[in-house]
């Protein structure tokens, strides 16, 4: 992020302000040439630039004070704390200017080395490792010119910078310092940040040992600060602990909100634990309390997973409702797909695939519409979905094509499965191993051979059908006799499964 140096003597020998860095910035999004008003800019320059006027406006610093730290900074060389002392003193918005720009550099080294520096010419004297003995002069002439540099504002900061960097155990060291060296009491948002640090790093005995410090001297933790604990056991399997939680919440007079209680549901319909879920939701609705619709989502999934196709159903159509309207992801949609399909409930295949089409618009909507005719074996059905998508000018997938053959082989009607199979050609749907799987089974259809010369049987195997079809119609024997005598060489050409499968049957004879 080096500044070119005619760029740097430009700006300073003009004494550029903030107002009129914004300018030059603002003249080169408009295309202007910046010759008039600044030296020849490059690209890097202009990015240069940018970063400058972001760190000036945020410190509310002059924009030549920024650029002449900056580019000392720049030099890797350069020790940030030789930087200061050569400097004499940093206001507080320069400062916090140069933490910025230590992190966003990557520069992690001097990010460490710099808040060690600040800590002993500051907010942090007393840190134990720190033992350059210059510090001390340092730390006497800075705080002797602003001894309020010693505040809860500037360790909040720090503290969140070092937990951010994932530094925690400096972030306990400064805190330590906070409280002993210079006796200010710390703020429930630094315990909460300190807190939450251990949490992400899965140190669970550290962040009860600062939530136990809170307790004892009467700060009161936020209820998010308990959200985090819960959800942080969760993911680590740890439920019972998250009873315990609620019930430390409780006795510590934090009572558990709607987002607790949200967050529980989620918890408990991820890991399947569905009495746990119906207690808690039981609770939440008798203290009128809302779901969210995060936790909805969950809980359609859970249903799906065991498939419960009553309660599915009933939290789907509660999803459907839902403002402003929430999008599932496909995964979602096949799940409660294949709970209707299991449960021969296929006229809401149909609705789901309207409704999924006019949040999305995608492939998976036009495959369950096809389903619901295609496992009813409805000709009609099948055949308005297809003019539907050519009316909408959608492109035919190998799924849409193999629901139809599949259907078609299944009402022996194999004028209109040689129908699709022309159509697939001539709409330059490649087939994949479900596509030759249902020509081979079909053993009424003599239209091997006409495939052969296309080439189709010299292309390597592909996997391209929506599983949802696998759910309606099986895999076939083709496919199952493939996965029980190919299981250690599955890649290859369709005409090399099919010797596989032929030599397979003649064996079985």
């Known amino acids: 992020m080096g500044m070119h140096y005619g760029l740097y003597q430009n700006l300073l020998s003009k004494r550029i302000t903030n107002q009129r860095l914004a300018t030059i910035i603002n003249l080169n999004h408009k295309g202007i040439d910046l010759h008039s008003v600044c030296c020849p800019i490059c690209d890097n320059d202009l990015e240069n630039l940018k970063n400058v006027f972001t760190f000036a406006s945020r410190a509310d610093v002059p924009a030549t004070s920024i650029i002449l730290v900056f580019e000392k900074l720049n030099d890797k060389e350069l020790d940030p704390v ?98 002993d060296i210079h006796g200010i009491q710390a703020s429930p948002v630094i315990y909460d940040l300190i807190i939450r640090g251990f949490i992400e790093k899965g140190r669970f005995e550290d962040a009860l040992f600062h939530l136990n410090e809170m307790e004892i001297i009467e700060i009161k933790p936020h209820t998010s ?33 709607q987002a607790t209680y949200n967050l529980l549901i989620r918890e408990f319909s991820r890991a399947g634990l569905i009495k746990r879920l119906e207690r808690t939701c039981r609770f939440v609705m008798s203290k009128k309390m809302d779901f969210e619709a995060s936790t909805m989502v969950a809980m359609l999934e859970a249903y799906a997973n065991f498939g419960d196709l009553e309660k599915m159903e009933k939290v789907y159509r509660k999803v459907l409702r839902l403002k402003p309207k929430i999008y599932l992801d496909d995964v979602l949609i096949q799940k409660v797909a294949t709970v209707y399909i299991e449960n021969f409930v296929f006229s809401r295949l149909h609705d789901m695939g309207i409704n999924h089409y006019s949040r999305t618009g995608n492939n998976i909507a036009w495959c369950l519409r096809m389903l619901a005719h295609a ?120 005409e090399h499964l099919i010797k596989l499968v032929k030599q397979h049957q003649h064996k079985k004879r």
């Not at 460490?112 to 490792?129: D, T």
């Not at 309020?148 to 360790?155: A, H």
């Not at 399997?237 to 909100?257: H, I, Q, T, W």
């Not at 009607?413 to 129908?419: L, S």
């Open 225 to 257: 600060t308990y959200n985090e604990l819960i959800k942080a056991y969760a993911q680590n399997g740890l439920y019972d602990d998250m009873a315990k939680c609620v019930k430390r919440m409780e006795s510590n007079g934090c009572f558990p909100d």
């Open 82 to 179: 030789q930087i200061l002392e050569n400097d004499g003193d940093w206001s507080s918005g320069l400062f916090w200017a140069v933490v910025g720009f230590l992190n966003q550099t990557s520069r992690s080294k001097c990010v460490i080395k710099y808040v060690q520096m600040m800590l002993a010419l500051s907010v942090f004297w007393g840190w134990g490792w720190v033992k350059l003995a210059y510090f001390t002069d340092v730390f006497d002439r800075w705080i002797s010119k602003d001894g309020s540099r010693v505040s809860e504002f500037n360790y909040e900061r720090i503290i969140r910078l070092l937990v951010e960097e994932g530094l925690v155990g400096y972030a306990v060291m400064a805190l330590k310092d906070m409280k």
């Open 375 to 494: 496992c009813l074996l409805i000709r009609a059905g099948m055949e308005s979905v297809v003019r539907e998508m050519d009316y909408k000018k959608v492109k035919w997938t190998v799924t849409i094509a193999n629901i139809m053959l599949f259907a078609y082989a299944k009402m022996n009607d194999f004028g209109h499965f040689k129908a699709v199979l022309l159509e697939m050609e001539a709409r330059n749907v490649k087939p994949d191993i479900f596509t030759c799987g249902v020509l081979y089974d079909t053993h009424s259809f003599d239209g091997l051979d006409s495939w052969r010369k296309t080439g189709f049987f010299e292309d390597v195997v592909e996997f391209k059908t929506d599983p949802l079809v696998l759910v309606a119609f099986g895999k076939g024997d083709f496919v199952r006799t493939v996965e029980l005598d190919d299981t250690k060489n599955k890649v290859g050409t369709y």
